[in-house]
T-cell receptor, first 109, second 114 residues
Framework: GQNIDQPTEMTATEGAIVQINCTYQ??????LFWYQQHAGEAPTFLSY????GLEEKGRFSSFLSRSKGYSYLLLKELQMKDSASYLC??????????FGTGTRLTVIP | DSGVTQTPKHLITATGQRVTLRCSPR?????VYWYQQSLDQGLQFLIH???????AKGNILERFSAQQFPDLHSELNLSSLELGDSALYFC?????????????FGEGSRLTVL
């Protein structure tokens, strides 16, 4: 079976840094994605990791350790508009992205 | 705007009815995926089509079916609807080429079954 674990909710302060963790146990692994989803809206792509290490893209960075089945999304210089759900998803092969239930981040002033 | 178009945006219907959700992928994308997202639930993969052929099936009920047409648009048919089928249904498309299999999601169709 497939399993992805993420914290359900997190709260952080505007201007701060927050790390959202994701652990996974899947039958296959072709890469890991992070998506952002504002309430009632479509998910939008943030990052993709297939090799171990850190991928940086502006205020957002994503890290992957395949041997540990672990990833995190790092958000720097938090802004109010970053309040959203952050979805960790694993490409388990056969063209199938398996999504976690997401972490709801609330940014407070 | 992701370039993926879904209709209708909202749909209210009664138990036992049948509905059809429609998706037009981004121009040039051959793959179409359908996902279901219930309240406070993750995105549940339903089915994937590539260039008209079914490629993968997830947790799709037998009451649900889908197809992809020659013009690459896709339809998801939901029949004998139950209250628990109320959810957001997302369609996503992706390009065949490239290392990243980034999915581009439509705005979703919100189905309410009363």
């Amino acid at each position: 079976g497939q399993n992805i674990d993420q914290p359900t909710e997190m709260t952080a302060t505007e201007g701060a840094i927050v790390q959202i963790n994701c652990t996974y146990q899947t039958s296959g692994f072709n890469g890991l994605f992070w998506y952002q989803q504002h309430a009632g809206e479509a998910p939008t792509f943030l990052s993709y990791n297939v090799l171990d290490g850190l991928e940086e893209k502006g205020r957002f960075s994503s890290f992957l350790s395949r041997s540990k089945g672990y990833s995190y999304l790092l958000l720097k210089e938090l802004q109010m508009k970053d309040s959203a759900s952050y979805l960790c998803a694993v490409d388990v092969g056969a063209n199938n992205l398996f999504f976690g239930t997401g972490t709801r981040l609330t940014v407070i002033p | 705007d992701s370039g993926v178009t879904q209709t209708p945006k909202h749909l209210i219907t009664a138990t036992g009815q049948r509905v059809t959700l429609r998706c037009s992928p981004r121009s040039g994308d051959l793959s179409v995926y359908w996902y279901q997202q219930s309240l406070d639930q993750g995105l549940q993969f339903l089915i994937h089509y590539y260039n008209g052929e079914e490629r993968a099936k997830g947790n799709i009920l037998e009451r649900f079916s889908a197809q992809q047409f020659p013009d690459l648009h896709s339809e998801l048919n939901l029949s004998s609807l139950e209250l628990g089928d109320s959810a957001l249904y997302f369609c996503a498309s992706s390009a065949r080429t490239g290392a990243s299999k980034e999915l581009f999601f439509g705005e979703g169709s919100r189905l309410t079954v009363l």
